[in-house]
């Protein structure tokens, strides 16, 4: 079903599937054996403009929406989840700006990131809050013009290579979830490095780091909305992010049934493709012309 997409769309995901075929596909398998962060491809992403499809049009973006963002993370994801992790996490980073951020702080940042030159990353998780984000316990301290951020976030994608960084963290932890707020930080911050790098199972192509943060000063114009609305701004960016993360899901799924798709018409068992064998073929008259993966001859009972 892709009648309701715009022809703005539609060509995001004809360019997306071009990326996929020409860039991503031949190193797809060696950047996930090497656990290594996708520089190149980011290069390619931000060359076509993908960076700026849901920015909005004043601050250097196109303004096509989370639609168009959905369908780019789908079709990359297609082809390698990790590197189409490592591109829809910057969405993610930049959300609390975009939904929350005051004009300056946008004009600041968003244009940089519509460019692909500086990607973004949102640190809530931490080793004792995951499900339980109001646990968290990264300390903000107002201390003048500036706040003062102490603790360690953990599991954040595109960490250590990200710019621009969103940090959840407790003005007031006698208030709970009430007394988060939300902050940028930028990388190369005095007290702000990064930890270890997870060895992960799969989707390697992504980043996945700690963030430690020592006495680390930053402006207290880095302030995200008000004080005490970080969890807020959490809930809302994540609300804003899912249909993303299901894009990605739907995505991989769709790769999966391509390559089967291929596998069912080279192998052969009895003299025959197996997708000439009524099982195999429940699964696959049905899905429409384009879906059919490139250089896949069409099956023999469609002639
Ligand atoms: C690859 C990867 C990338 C990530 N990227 C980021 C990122 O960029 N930024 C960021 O902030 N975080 C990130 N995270 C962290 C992610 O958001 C957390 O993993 C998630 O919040 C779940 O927390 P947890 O893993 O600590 O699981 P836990 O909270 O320990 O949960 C473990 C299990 O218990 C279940 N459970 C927990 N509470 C309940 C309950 N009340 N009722 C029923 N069941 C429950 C859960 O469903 C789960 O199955 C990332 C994680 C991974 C794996």
Not at 86 to 98: D, E, R, V
């Amino acid at each position: 079903m892709d009648y309701f997409l715009s022809d703005d769309v539609k060509a995001i995901r004809e360019l997306c599937a071009e990326i996929a075929e020409k860039h991503i596909k031949p190193v797809r398998e060696e950047l996930d054996r090497e656990n290594r962060f996708p520089h190149e491809i980011m290069n390619v992403l931000a060359d076509s403009d993908l960076f700026r499809i849901y920015i909005p049009e004043e601050y250097e973006g196109l303004g096509l929406g989370s639609m168009s963002l959905c369908v780019a993370a789908e079709e990359l994801s297609r082809a390698c989840a990790g590197i189409a992790t490592s591109y829809a996490a910057n969405a993610l980073g930049a959300m609390p700006i975009l939904l929350f951020g005051t004009d300056g702080q946008k004009r600041k940042y968003l244009p940089g990131l519509a460019s692909g030159k500086s990607l973004a990353a949102f640190g809530l998780t931490e080793p004792d809050a995951g499900s339980d984000a109001g646990g968290i316990r990264t300390r903000a301290v107002r201390d003048g013009d500036s706040y003062v951020l102490n603790g360690t976030k953990q599991w954040i994608t595109n960490g250590g290579e990200a710019k621009v960084y969103t940090i959840i963290a407790m003005t007031d932890p006698e208030r709970g979830a009430r007394g988060a707020s939300a902050f940028i930080v930028e990388d190369g911050t005095p007290g702000f490095t990064y930890g270890k790098k997870e060895d992960k199972m799969g989707i390697r192509a992504s980043a996945t780091r700690e963030l430690v943060f020592e006495d680390c000063r930053i402006p207290a114009e880095n302030l995200i909305a008000r004080e005490g609305t970080g969890f807020m701004v959490a809930m809302k960016t994540l609300d804003n992010s899912r249909p993303g993360v299901a894009a990605q899901a739907v995505g991989i799924a769709q790769g999966a049934l391509d390559a089967a798709l291929v596998y069912a018409s080279q192998r052969k068992q009895f003299g025959q493709r197996i997708d000439s064998f009524q099982g195999i073929q429940l699964c696959s008259p049905t899905w429409p012309r384009r879906w059919r993966p490139p250089g896949l001859s069409p099956t023999p009972w469609r002639g």
